[in-house]
């Protein structure tokens, strides 16, 4: 076996790794809403001023300059480049990082075998669906760099789609050494103003939400790239783990914790509205309306629902993502789409009311169906108002205290 199992080079916070996968193990539902806080940074929510505002803009121009010049629309989807810095230091492979957290990794699924399967079976189904590839680890890269990105579980019972995500630590480092977010360029903000998106949800009859699902891993990733994001797994999760039973993968998509991701995700989409749909006030409405991975529609007839949740679902298929989850106050939406794109039931149903979809933050609750929200108070404490204050990750948890307000 490979002596860098033995150690532990891992600089992460100070945090030892068994700490850090435990942590995710044990809190998973707050660090769940970190997870969203910092999806939030990451996309770029801080602005600068002065001087060091327009050396941000110039950078953002050249990082959205490069990414026009290298996207390239195949039969299977959008293939992106990954936008480096210019002149960063040596990005260093993170092998023995990758190695060491694989073994706690282990060490903590085993404790529980239901969860080792599903984060095998997880693994499986991505290399099923050439989300990921295996590779031979001794074998050329297909670009300048080479590197390894640990992963650690994140286990959350309570969520209807994924009860466990796989979450690859692109900011993991050793000491005086850059990590892979440090070397890529973050991209400019592309989200839209949420204040004038809370506006538009609020003011018209109708409305859909919608999610694009596993919305990252959609865009696919250039083959020159895909040697810099290069894991570790095992080919049997019940044998020891040793070199023969080591396998190397690699991502053939965008994953989710590169800090550059929600900008790729975000210039993807606005490039095919931009260069592929016909419909331009439809485009326009998708550009404005979108959040991460969410999209909110709007409409004033049954018609124009219906009509607008079709063609918004090709768009996104001429994409290579799909289109689903959907809810709305509409309810002869259902007799248009498939079962499929439906949210799941236990998402819709409150009170007896499979449309009465509720959301909220602090207390407050919003409903699509009635239109209301209102204020119901447990009792609120300074530790309570902090975990509560970390859910305003997205634009309905922010509507309902706005509106309520």
Known sequence: MDRSLERDPTHHNG?????????????????????????????????????????????NAKVAKFFEETIEKREDGYYIRFPYKE????????????LKRLRTVLETLRKTPQLLNDYDETFRAQQENSVTGEIESSSLAD???????????????????TRLRIVFDASAHFEDSPSLNDVLHQGPLIL???????????????????????????????????DTTRFLWV?????????????TFRFTRVTFRLNVSPYLLGATIHHHLRSAVRNEGLANEIKENPYVD?????????????????????????????????????????QHLPGTAWAKESMQKNAGNPLECGNGLLGYQMFIMSNRSYYEAHGCTPNSVSLRSIRVSGPFAYACEKVST
Not at 143 to 161: C, D, L, M, N
Not at 235 to 247: A, S, T, W
């Open 294 to 334: 969410n999209l909110i529609l709007s409409a004033a007839t049954t018609a124009e629902t219906s009509e607008k949740a079709l063609e918004a679902r090709r768009i996104f298929e001429d994409m290579g993502m799909n289109l689903r989850q959907f809810l709305s106050n509409d309810e002869t939406l259902r």
């Open 15 to 59: 945090m030892e790794p068994e700490a850090f996968i435990n942590s995710f193990t044990n809190f998973e539902e707050e660090l769940e809403r970190w997870d969203k806080y910092w999806t939030m940074d990451s996309a770029g929510v801080c602005k600068f001023t002065g001087t060091k505002n327009a050396e941000t803009e110039a950078t």
């Open 235 to 247: 080919r049997d999760v019940h044998e020891p783990l040793n070199e023969e039973n080591i396998v």
């Open 143 to 161: 670009g300048a760099v080479v590197h390894y990105i640990p992963h650690q579980p994140v286990i959350t019972p309570h969520k209807e789609t």
């Open 192 to 226: 839209p103003e949420l204040y004038a998106m809370l506006l538009r949800f609020r003011i018209p009859k109708f409305v859909i939400i919608s999610d694009v699902e596993k919305a990252f891993l959609q865009v696919r990733l250039h083959e020159i790239d895909r």
């Open 87 to 98: 002149n960063h230091p040596q990005l260093p492979t993170n092998k023995a990082i990758a």
